[in-house]
C-alpha cells in the first residue's frame, strides 16, 4: 500500500529556502513518478514540480530558477529544495505517486496521480 509522508515545511520570511521531504513506502518506488503539489486556502491544488522515472523533471513557471525537485532512490524520498520563497509560495505542499514514466505534459496535472501524502505547510512572510 502505497504511503507517503511529506515533512520539512515551516515558517520563513521572503527571500529564504525550505526543503521539502516525502518519505515513501510500500510500494517499488523507484517505478513510480513523483510530484509536488500546493494548495492555498480558497484556491486550487496546483502543480509545482514533477519527475519521472528517468529523473526528468517539469516545473511550473511561476518556481522555475528557484525550486529544484529531486529524487533519492535507495533512500525512497522525494525533494523539493525551494529557495528565493515568495509570500505566494505560502500553501499546503503536498507529494504524489504514479506508477510508470510520465510525460512532461502530465507531471503537474492533479489527475495523473492516484496516490497523496497528507500535506505540509509552508508559510512565506514578507
Known amino acids: 500500500q502505497v504511503r507517503l509522508v511529506e515533512s520539512g515545511g515551516g515558517s520563513v520570511q521572503a527571500g529564504g529556502s525550505l526543503r521539502l521531504s516525502c518519505a515513501a513506502s510500500?510500494?517499488?518506488?523507484?517505478?513510480?513518478?513523483m510530484g509536488w503539489f500546493r494548495q492555498a486556502p480558497g484556491k486550487d491544488r496546483e502543480g509545482v514540480a514533477g519527475i519521472s522515472t528517468d529523473d526528468t523533471s517539469t516545473y511550473a513557471e511561476s518556481v522555475k530558477g528557484r525550486f529544484t525537485v529531486s529524487r533519492d532512490n535507495a533512500a525512497k524520498t522525494l525533494y523539493l529544495q525551494m529557495n528565493a520563497l515568495k509570500p505566494e509560495d505560502s500553501a499546503m505542499y503536498y507529494c504524489?505517486?504514479?506508477?510508470?514514466?510520465?510525460?512532461?505534459?502530465?507531471?503537474?496535472?492533479?489527475?495523473?496521480?492516484?496516490?497523496w501524502g497528507q500535506g505540509t505547510q509552508v508559510t512565506v512572510s514578507s
Open positions: 510500500g510500494f517499488h518506488y523507484t517505478n513510480y513518478s
Open positions: 504524489a505517486a504514479r506508477f510508470g514514466r510520465v510525460s512532461w505534459w502530465a507531471r503537474l496535472e492533479r489527475s495523473t496521480y492516484p496516490d
